[in-house]
């Protein structure tokens, strides 16, 4: 279903924007290089550009020519801007303010499988909007969407059973319930087959011809794709070649002396003049790019009067909706619509749907625990008597402001918790029983305890470390950096045997405080000798266990602590 002018006029109109022009002039950009510390590597260099409101603009060019760090600036996404000046309908704007009207639509898909459109899009509508708006407007603003973008039909089937290209749709629906004037989308194509890729660019192009500005990244378009732009900026090492409407861009390379063949693609034709595949002056479009910043043509302007002056005719006649559009975008100044407190809750909610409709994920987790016990409990059976294991959605979430940090946090640890209970008893139980320890109640829960805190310990610590590091370098860091301190815990070596310059490092790891933990809730509290099948055990008596692993006084407490 595609998006006619007529639905999209009311959408605009209920929900309305302020139709914005974008330039940019003499952007530059630098990144550290890694060969030289000091030294800075150029990424773009001087770029100038205008993007329209009412049309869809494509920013095209060769793998390293900025593209992505050109659409990073204009975003707000790279927040600081080292030189020039972005400028929204000829005014200088605050980018903070811009970042929160427009939106930035990343490459990568990221929405909960478990979740249907029509929830995804609910949920996403209670982040968006404040209070002042009913359930029964969000519904209304949801279902438009869905009709926007030809998703009705799909409202309720789950994200994981969507194709390609409705899953593009859905994350193009999820920015687009704020109705944002500007709309930047990293390479909306990328991945999908040729039908669905010009169903996106179709629904994109109908959002702009409603007044947005649609901004794209895309690499290498098929010639059906190309003809659904209206402008095409075109990169070369940081430089703007072209800037324009794609019917003048052959007519200008042509001018610089670049002969284009006959029926062949214009972006292959295009990319090829910014490798420098193409003999002619790079120089001389880059100049001419540059200029035509300054003058646009009346034509597009007209165009646009033409649709502004429908669309100012029509909400003459909603004075009761308009209103609360303004209220709708003073909300917008603060930097969440609504309270962290709602924020929590609406977080715990979908989490505890994603949970149920993922149960067997939930069974395999807690089975998987179960069987790990019994292994470690049947290789170890009876050993007792004789000797003493979310992001690509909230990245894109939190940087669109739907919700804050601390709710998110908040939501997923109440929601992991009792996975985490389940998880730590279903592993323990088999280990306690069959490594034959003593059937006393309080003695387990000392040991459960300790374990329920050090699965604490353990996802607070791989949270703060893939947060901080990364998922891959967090990967390492944590297995690393745990194997330094094991070898301080006091299993591998006892503390007084240890060189008084390493012992300080026994109170600083938490390994230390695990083991002893566990051992003094096996071996403490005035637990009785152990049997033995042998006619003389030495480890037989409880004393000369602690005795031998240097823990003779109970420090369970401090452990615990």
């Known amino acids: 279903m595609f998006f006619m002018p007529s639905s999209g006029l009311i959408f605009v109109a209920i929900y309305g924007f302020e139709r914005q ?47 992505s760090s050109l659409l990073n600036i204009l975003s707000g996404f790279k927040t600081t801007l080292e030189d020039g000046e972005i400028l929204i309908n000829g005014k200088y704007c605050n980018r903070n303010k811009f970042k929160k009207k427009s939106c930035y639509i990343l490459q990568d898909i990221n929405l909960h499988r478990e979740l249907t459109t029509l929830e995804t899009l609910k949920i996403a509508a209670d982040f968006k909007f404040p209070s002042i708006v009913s359930v029964e407007e969000k519904m209304e603003i949801v279902l438009n969407v869905l009709r926007i973008l030809g998703l009705t039909a799909k409202s309720s089937t789950r994200v994981e059973h969507l194709s390609g290209g409705e899953c593009k749709r859905l994350s193009i629906a999820l920015d687009l319930l704020t109705n944002p004037p500007v709309m930047f989308l990293d390479e909306p194509t990328s991945g999908l087959d040729s039908v669905s890729a010009v169903q996106v660019i179709t629904h994109l192009k109908d ?200 709710p998110y946090f908040y939501s997923k640890i109440i929601v992991e918790i009792p996975c985490l209970v389940i998880s730590t008893f279903s592993t323990l139980i088999p280990i306690y029983y069959l490594t034959n320890q003593p059937m006393e109640i309080d003695r387990f829960f000392l040991l459960a305890n300790i374990h329920l805190l050090t699965m604490l310990i353990a996802l607070f610590a791989g949270l703060a470390t893939g947060t901080q590091f990364g998922t891959e370098i967090g990967m390492f860091f944590m297995p690393s950096s745990g194997l330094i301190f094991v070898v301080f815990c006091g299993y591998y070596i006892r503390y007084n045997e240890l060189s008084p310059i390493l012992q300080p490092l026994t109170f600083i790891t938490f390994f230390r405080y695990i083991f002893e933990g566990s051992f003094q809730a096996i071996y403490g509290f005035e637990r009785q000798n152990l049997d033995c099948s042998q006619i003389f055990c030495y480890l037989r008596s409880v004393s000369k266990i602690r005795e031998v692993m240097d823990m003779t006084e109970n420090t369970y407490l401090l452990d615990v602590l």
């Open 21 to 67: 022009n974008l330039d940019c002039s003499q952007i530059f950009c630098y990144l550290r290089s890694v060969s030289k510390i000091h030294e800075k590597v150029k990424i773009l260099k001087g770029i100038s550009g205008k993007f329209l409101s009412g049309r869809i603009c494509a920013i095209m060019g060769p793998s390293g020519a900025g593209k």
């Open 207 to 406: 959002l702009a011809r409603a007044g947005r500005n649609v901004i794209c990244v895309i690499h290498q378009p098929s010639s059906r794709l190309l003809e659904l732009f209206d402008d095409i900026f075109i990169m070369c090492n940081g430089q703007c070649i072209y800037n324009g409407p794609l019917d003048n861009m052959v007519a200008e390379f042509e001018e610089a002396g670049f002969e284009c063949p006959q029926f062949y693609n214009r972006a292959d034709f295009a990319l090829e003049i910014a490798t420098g595949e193409r003999l002619g002056s790079l120089d001389n479009l880059i100049n001419k790019a540059t200029r035509r910043i300054h003058c646009v043509t009346g034509e597009i302007l007209k165009d646009q009067e033409n649709f502004q002056e429908e669309f100012l005719e029509f909400t003459k006649v909603l004075d009761k909706q308009e209103r609360k559009r303004r209220s709708l975008n003073r909300d917008i100044d603060q930097k969440y619509p609504i309270s962290q407190w709602k924020q929590f809750l609406i977080l715990l909610k979908r989490s505890f749907v994603c949970i149920s409709r993922n149960f067997v994920v939930t069974q395999l987790k807690i089975l998987t625990h179960l069987f790990i016990g019994l292994v470690v409990g049947w290789i170890y059976y009876n050993v007792g008597n004789d000797d003493p294991s979310e992001s690509k959605i909230f990245y894109r979430e939190y940087l669109n402001n739907w919700y804050g940090f601390l």
